[in-house]
T-cell receptor, first 115, second 118 residues
Framework: EPEVTQTPSHQVTQMGQEVILRCVPISNHLYFYWYRQILGQKVEFLVSFYNNEISEKSEIFDDQFSVERPDGSNFTLKIRSTKLEDSAMYFC?????????????FGSGTQLSVL | GNSVTQMEGPVTLSEEAFLTINCTYTATGYPSLFWYVQYPGEGLQLLLKATKADDKGSNKGFEATYRKETTSFHLEKGSVQVSDSAVYFCALTRGWVAGGTSYGKLTFGQGTILTVHP
């Protein structure tokens, strides 16, 4: 089965630094997502992206966050100035379409540690 | 807003035991309901889904029935295997909304760790 690929698997950064998390969605998919899971908490939706623009975002996704599909294959999440509370597992996902009951394909995640 | 509550874990069973993981939800309208599974070192994978009341989703011996009257979507398997050891997530997406809004925003439960011993 095709896979969503995320790099790196672990990233350590200093508070206040910018970090970019990278994802390669499945090639024929049109919808892209970022989710995160803080240790011990639920997996939370951050943002969805379609047709080169954000289609929906959560309250968590403030001005410190941005997403981009720079070259037609990669999908990135940038955190401009990291905070301690940004430490979490970040999951990228993609889907063929955005319909009800659509299956999302998730990557294995990037564990971000902010020191 | 929408929310999902899952049975607290971890759950530890012997091989061939019966499994139930409870899931209840709060949502307006008619959400779609899902169970995702995460094996060690891997991403979340769709296990099964149901998109309308009384639908039963099934896959790999797992089943769950969409119960509108009890707002539940409990996961069951008659005989678990060691290879079923994983984290199980119940999730939902919003009900139908006019205007073509994407349904990719999942609301997850807290996840249940299942360990199956030989």
């Amino acid at each position: 089965e095709p896979e969503v690929t995320q790099t790196p698997s672990h990233q350590v950064t200093q508070m206040g630094q910018e970090v970019i998390l990278r994802c390669v969605p499945i090639s024929n998919h049109l919808y892209f997502y970022w989710y995160r899971q803080i240790l011990g908490q639920k997996v939370e939706f951050l943002v969805s992206f379609y047709n080169n623009e954000i289609s929906e975002k959560s309250e968590i996704f403030d001005d410190q966050f941005s997403v981009e599909r720079p070259d037609g294959s990669n999908f990135t999440l940038k955190i401009r100035s990291t905070k301690l509370e940004d430490s979490a597992m970040y999951f990228c996902a993609s889907s063929v379409g955005g319909s009800r009951g659509e299956k999302l394909f998730f990557g294995s995640g990037t564990q971000l540690s902010v020191l | 807003g929408n929310s999902v509550t899952q049975m607290e874990g971890p759950v530890t069973l012997s091989e061939e035991a019966f499994l139930t993981i409870n899931c209840t939800y709060t949502a307006t309208g008619y959400p779609s309901l899902f169970w995702y599974v995460q094996y060690p070192g891997e991403g979340l994978q769709l296990l099964l889904k149901a998109t309308k009341a009384d639908d039963k989703g099934s896959n790999k011996g797992f089943e769950a029935t969409y119960r509108k009257e009890t707002t539940s979507f409990h996961l069951e398997k008659g005989s678990v295997q060691v290879s079923d050891s994983a984290v199980y997530f119940c999730a939902l997406t919003r009900g139908w909304v006019a205007g073509g809004t994407s349904y990719g925003k999942l609301t997850f439960g807290q996840g249940t760790i299942l360990t199956v011993h030989p």
